[in-house]
């Protein structure tokens, strides 16, 4: 009954190790019989070894996650014995027979040849392998938190791609937590084995010390024998425990410098990288032949040595030899029967690697390394979330597809910014401060609250704002801030650039997406007919021109069917596109409608219409005008501007007829890009308009 519980209770490894930790602090404190001591100085030695074997068989670091724990409590358990032992030296002048053995039979009872041998033994574990392996932990937890930003993003990226799904990359997210945890770890567990170096070392001298003190004092030795009984014993103690100490640190340099293998055991790797060249082999026996002849040089071991060595390199050399012709065999049998096959696809692989090379990302972004974090669903980043709704977003407001966008940290930038990239070209950046909340006030904020923060301007607007902390948030908000994350001020920086740049984003191959996926909503028949006079390089070239002046195409069917009509009269590109923003000219006013439902307009007086009439050239496709005029003109747009602004709280559209539309545009988009030009047949019936202003000159009159 009693041996049943007893088992059933070491079945609880939690109650085990609990246990065992208890003991080990409890042996610093309570005396030890020597034959215990003996017992427990062998399960120390036994404990080393298996760590050291553990460590060799282990194929990657993270098998063995445990090894900074089981460091602690084996330094601990060393230590704790180290005490004891010192305890039963100085007392009774004897620590057990383990003890003894070391120091009668491994140094042959000299204590000057222990000393040695102990020093020599500290000096390699504390200067060589303990110095090493805690060099190599440290640079090694470095490099694994530098590189973890960008494994975050390649783990996002795969499952944005669709190459992993959500619980694989929950999966690699948590072993690359382990592994940067582990490598942490093991950075300040390896200075636990330079401790008990160090602490090796002054034990030995108390004990030496302490011994020769109690043995000429108390024990009246003289000092020959104080030095033969105490010295020995101390000696043996410390060979008993740097033993141990030095399999330990030898087992911590394997772990920590196994982060470069590959799923093999280390044994495989060495065999593999080591001893699989017959050519080094085979010099290595030539130099210990020549050795072995010169005379003076003991012929013998270099002989013997060299013809191991020798008979080693001709017997891989011949494996080696066999495993070549056995492949070219098959290679030649596999190229006779598939040598045309063969090389195409040879070809078309090299074409292919080579063609990887020149891919562009439509839209990508870059952020440092600090935004990495936004990046981080499990840190609360939501960026990625709000990219693909930003995806969502533009294909209701302007009618087109996204293609994926890329999302990569640039250690070349600051920390804190960002930068977004059409085509592979950076064409805006920002700096936002992940851990702040951005607070704009379009008037004066509401009372005397004084709010702290750091001076910004809002990226995607070109606003005065701060960036404040987290407590300040609320107070922001009730003085009459705006305030928004950082992920949000990236994300409506994003959408902003989509929407001036959505022209140069869509390319033929989305277009013809759309007219398939009309195909598939409407009819294919309708849609082919439709698309019988006109090509998609036509269609392209209009809705780059709708969206270049943002107007949504959402209305793909109407689009087409105006494109198709009115190529039968002209196929000129601006011409299909004045005529489709006719087509379109409910959702050209519902875009521009102000805030009362009023279409607000500021209309060109007839001579100003007829000046830019004149000056167009024979083509229709640009303008040339007078400077004196044009400049004229900006002044005078800009000042009715100016007043329709302030008066009505909205930004008016510039009203003129349908001739000129599009060179006016021309003339201006460079200097009001943000302004809408509208003709008089884009005014749906059941628009109100309220003209604001006209844009009238002199120079027209004369």
Avoid at 60 to 82: M, W
Avoid at 524 to 535: F, Q, R, S
Wanted: aromatic fraction near 6%; charge should be neutral; proline fraction near 4%.
């Amino acid at each position: 009954m009693g041996l049943t519980k007893l088992s059933e209770l070491l079945k609880n490894n939690d109650i085990v190790l609990a246990i065992g930790l208890v003991v080990i602090v409890c042996m610093m404190v309570i005396p030890l019989p020597a034959p215990l001591l003996d017992i427990l100085l062998t399960i120390n030695i036994s404990l080393a070894i298996v760590i050291l074997l553990v460590c060799l068989y282990t194929k990657e670091p993270l098998d063995y996650s445990s090894f900074p724990t089981v460091l602690l409590i084996a330094t601990l358990f060393r230590l704790g014995l180290n005490v004891s032992s010192t305890r039963l030296i100085l007392l009774y002048g004897e620590a057990g027979n383990v003890i003894n053995s070391f120091g009668e039979f491994v140094v042959g009872g000299n204590y000057v040849v222990g000393a040695v041998i102990f020093a020599i033994l500290v000096l390699i574990n504390f200067m060589v392998i303990t110095g090493g392996a805690t060099r190599v932990a440290e640079v090694s937890a470095r490099f694994t938190l530098d590189k973890m930003p960008g494994k975050q993003l390649s783990i996002d990226a795969d499952l944005n791609s669709g190459l992993i799904n959500e619980d694989q990359a929950k999966e690699r997210r948590r072993k690359l937590e382990r592994e940067t945890d582990f490598y942490g770890t093991m950075d300040g567990a390896s200075k636990f084995v330079k401790g008990d170096a160090t602490a090796g070392i002054v034990i030995t001298i108390v004990n030496i010390v302490g011994g020769l003190i109690i043995g000429i004092v108390q024990q009246k030795m003289d000092i020959q024998q104080a030095l033969g009984t105490y010295t020995i014993l101390t000696v043996g103690d410390g060979l008993v425990s740097q033993i141990p100490a030095l399999l330990i640190s030898t087992a911590t340099g394997l772990i920590v410098s196994r982060a470069t293998g590959k799923d093999e055991p280390l044994s495989e790797d060495i065999k593999n990288e080591m001893f699989s060249d017959p050519r080094v082999l085979g010099v290595v026996a030539g130099l210990l032949g020549f050795l072995g002849v010169v005379p003076g040089m003991p012929t013998a071991p270099f002989l013997l040595i060299a013809a191991c060595t020798g008979g080693f390199a001709y017997l891989k050399g011949k494996q080696q030899k066999e495993m070549l012709q056995t492949a070219a065999a098959q290679k030649a049998a596999i190229e006779q029967q598939e040598k045309l096959g063969k090389k195409d696809k040879r070809a078309r692989a090299t074409r292919e690697s080579v063609m990887e090379l020149l891919n562009v990302d439509t839209i990508e972004i870059e952020v440092g390394y600090r935004l990495v974090q936004l990046l981080n669903v499990e840190m609360g980043g939501d960026l990625l979330e709000r990219i693909a709704q930003i995806r969502r977003q533009t294909a209701l407001d302007l009618g087109i597809v996204l293609p994926s966008i890329r999302v990569r940290d640039n250690l070349q930038l600051s920390p804190n910014s960002y930068q977004i990239k059409l085509k592979g070209v950076a064409l805006e950046s920002g700096e936002v401060y992940p851990e702040r909340y951005l607070a704009m006030c379009a008037g004066e904020p509401v009372g005397n609250l004084t709010i702290n923060g750091i001076h910004a301007i809002e990226p995607a607007f070109g606003l005065p704002a701060l960036w404040i902390e987290s407590k300040d948030k609320d107070l922001a908000e009730m003085s009459g801030y705006t305030v928004v994350s950082a992920s949000a001020v990236i994300s409506t920086h994003i959408t902003e650039v989509i929407k001036k740049c959505a022209y140069e984003i869509v390319s033929r191959f989305d277009i013809q997406q759309l007219i398939d996926n009309l195909k598939k909503e409407v009819s294919e028949d309708y849609v082919n007919d439709i698309m019988k006079d006109i090509t998609i390089g036509d269609v392209q070239i209009v809705i780059q021109n709708l969206l270049k002046e943002g107007v949504a195409v959402r209305d793909l069917k109407t689009i087409l069917e105006t494109i198709s009509l009115q190529s039968k009269v002209n196929k000129n590109p601006n011409f299909l596109t004045e005529h489709v923003r006719q087509a379109l000219s409910r959702n050209i006013c519902k875009q521009n409608l102000a805030d009362t439902g009023e279409l607000y307009v500021i209309t060109l007086s007839p001579d100003v219409e007829n000046t830019i009439a004149k000056g167009a050239s024979p083509d229709g496709q640009s303008v040339t005008l007078d400077p004196a005029f044009t400049r004229a003109l900006f002044d005078r747009m800009n000042l009715e501007l100016e007043k329709a602004i302030t008066a009505t709280g909205n930004q008016p559209v510039i009203l003129c007829s349908s001739p000129i539309r599009l060179l006016f545009r021309k003339l201006v988009e460079r200097t009001y890009p943000q302004i809408a030009i509208m003709s008089y047949n884009e005014i749906s019936s059941n628009v109100k308009v309220k003209s604001v202003g006209m844009i009238k000159l002199e120079f027209a009159k004369r």
